[in-house]
């Protein structure tokens, strides 16, 4: 016996839910007919008798129903009346027809599992929140920012419970209603780890926003099914009310099962590096306050602000290319806080020029004693050493100029013209 079983404003197809009107048997199921329409599922199962809430997708219709001791892993039987009294609806995590007969030994309830992720997402459109599912090419969508934007493609993959549960990478991601701000999302939301959210300005993967309690990753799944939505060019939806990103192909478009009809559709495109409509950030200091305001939203608790204790660090190389290319590559530790991230500033002849974070894993740190390993940082600055030099190069803390290392001195390598 595995309870609670909780339903958050689960959606179930009109198809997966069934109805026996005139029960002929105590454990035998007959499905009469399906439901009239797309139903979500809200409530919390602990034992025979609780109840749930039905409620229509188009909101004309809600009913309360009791659940049974019958159920199995894909199946959950409720009734109009408490102690099994009344039609039995059906929940079912497959398809459900007329004339489909369910059988069930009489035992304690706890052994169906809600789907971590159905379809069923809602999309908001000029003609209102439509499920991810049921979009088409050419449909419009309504952006974060209001604008109005026709669908280019739309992805689609899906995967079997037993790889999905091996696979930490594609197992689904839940913002609970609420989790970002007041009603948003308006109902649970189930994304992909990598799908990135706009929060703050920034776009960030849904993995990183995780913090047990009200962005949760699924223990199992029976299957998952992922949509992915396609504009002219990459923006923020609005999937379940929340700020959302669309597809955007950053060589990634051949992990989708229909990826063949893009190139049917648009013969004629050129491949093309992604443009994304905002900053993608995967660390630092703005993925660390999103996930501290996050963090206060669910009521966790949250450190006191840093207080910066002794550097140590190395700078182990400074390698140069022909064209003036300079890489710096080394770590760094705060004693204070030796299992977290430095924020470092690198500076050329005195001018920040650009800032890295020493959190790459190492095994030669790890190795000698340096924290968890994580301390590394490797960095290629955004623009070429001048011939005039040599040049100093510092990395220092971010927080307090602190250096990590004594500053370097780096001579361009002579360009000859051609």
Partial sequence: MATPIVFNDVFYPAGNLGQDVDRQSATQFTVNNNAPQDYSVRGTVNQVNDAVSFTSRDGTDAITVYVTNFD????????????????????????????????????????????????????????????????????????????????????????????????PDVLPICFKAGSLADGTPARDLWVSPKHAMFLDGCLIPAVHLVNGVTITTAERVDSVEYWHVELDRHDVLLAEGAPSESFVDDHSRGMFHNAHTFAQLYPDTPPQEAIYCAPRVES????????????????????????????????????????????????????????????????????????????????????????????????????????????????????????????LQVAAPERHAA
Avoid: K
């Avoid at 790890?366 to 968890?372: K, L, P, S």
């Avoid at 301390?375 to 307090?400: K, M, N, W, Y």
């Fill in 284 to 407: 630092g200091y703005v993925l660390e306050a999103a996930r501290r305001r996050l963090a206060e939203r669910a009521g966790l608790p949250v450190p006191a602000a840093r207080v910066f204790g002794p550097l140590r660090g190395s700078i182990d190389r400074c390698d140069t290319d022909a064209q003036g290319g300079v890489t710096v590559v080394g770590w760094a530790q705060d004693l204070a806080h030796p299992d977290g991230p430095v924020c470092l500033d690198v500076v050329i002849d005195g001018t920040v020029v650009a800032q890295a974070f020493a959190e790459r894993y190492r095994a030669d740190l790890e190795g000698i004693g340096i924290g968890d390993g994580r301390h590394a940082f490797s960095l290629t600055l955004p623009e070429a050493l001048t011939q005039h030099g040599p040049h100093t190069i510092e990395v220092r803390r971010s927080a307090d100029g602190a250096p990590i290392a004594a500053a």
């Fill in 72 to 167: 199995d892993a894909d199946h959950i039987v409720f009734t109009e009346q408490p102690n099994g009294i009344g039609p039995a609806y059906i929940i079912s995590n497959t398809p459900l027809s007329p004339g489909n007969t369910l059988t069930f030994s009489e035992t304690n309830v706890g052994d169906y599992h809600v789907p971590c992720y159905m379809t069923g997402t809602l999309i908001r459109t000029t003609r209102g929140d439509v499920a991810v599912e049921e979009l088409a090419i050419g449909d419009i969508v309504v952006t974060a920012a209001g604008l109005e934007r026709p669908i280019r493609w739309i992805g689609h993959r899906a995967y079997t419970g037993r790889f999905a549960n091996a696979n």
